[in-house]
T-cell receptor
Framework: AQKVTQAQTEISVVEKEDVTLDCVYE???????LFWYKQPPSGELVFLIR??????QNEISGRYSWNFQKSTSSFNFTITASQVVDSAVYFC????????????FGQGTELSVKP | GAVVSQHPSRVICKSGTSVKIECRSLDFQATTMFWYRQFPKKSLMLMAT?????????EQGVEKDKFLINHASLTLSTLTVTSAHPEDSSFYIC??????????????FGSGTRLTVV
């Protein structure tokens, strides 16, 4: 069965601190895709990154970076030098190749960045 | 880029009435759309997969007769909450995958509909 676990329900940091959001997944498929989305208070989902199961290269995009480790089934997300605008709920999600494209979301981590 | 428009963004309805939510792919044809539901401070739960020209596939525990999904064209899927009750109050969001993209390549989400049943 597929499952995504984001153990951190809420995180509060002060601006300019680095913060890592954890994501652990379960799947029986060898081909799958992992995603991170940001959901600001307005509710829309903002796509941040996608990774397929065959690409374990870490990625950096500006202040954002992602660490994908198949050995621990983790896909963690780090924000460097956090800013107030980073405050949002962040979701990790999994899509298995043979499940028709359904996204299974983690519980979400609410990040609060205080000035 | 691919855009999915969802309407209305907010709706308040009386208990017992039905509400229709529309999800449109504006610049691409979507053979498959997905409907999710999100309770306050909770995750997004997949309700159903909407397939153009055929019946929707509902996830376990989702009442088919209560949440009617119609995908009559390649650019429009609708979710109708029938005989709405306060417990149906939630945030509903749709998504679609543009054609030519692989299963894991991208999902475009609508902006969501906040339904309040009074």
């Amino acid at each position: 069965a597929q499952k995504v676990t984001q153990a951190q329900t809420e995180i509060s940091v002060v601006e300019k601190e680095d913060v890592t959001l954890d994501c652990v997944y379960e799947t029986r498929d060898t081909t799958y895709y992992l995603f991170w989305y940001k959901q600001p208070p307005s509710g829309e989902l903002v796509f941040l990154i996608r990774r397929n199961s065959f690409d374990e290269q870490n990625e950096i995009s500006g202040r954002y970076s992602w660490n994908f480790q198949k050995s621990t089934s983790s896909f963690n997300f780090t924000i460097t030098a956090s800013q107030v605008v980073d405050s949002a709920v962040y979701f990790c999600a999994l899509s298995e190749a043979y499940q028709g494209g359904k996204l299974i979301f983690g519980q979400g981590t609410e990040l609060s960045v205080k000035p | 880029g691919a855009v999915v428009s969802q309407h209305p963004s907010r709706v308040i309805c009386k208990s017992g009435t039905s509400v229709k939510i529309e999800c449109r792919s504006l610049d691409f044809q979507a053979t498959t759309m997905f409907w999710y539901r999100q309770f306050p401070k909770k995750s997004l739960m997949l309700m159903a997969t909407s397939n153009e020209g055929s019946k929707a596939t509902y996830e376990q525990g989702v009442e088919k007769d209560k949440f009617l999904i119609n995908h009559a064209s390649l650019t429009l899927s609708t979710l109708t909450v029938t005989s709405a009750h306060p417990e149906d109050s939630s945030f509903y969001i749709c998504s679609a995958r543009p054609p030519g993209t692989g299963l894991g390549q991208g999902y475009t989400f609508g902006s969501g509909t906040r339904l309040t049943v009074v």
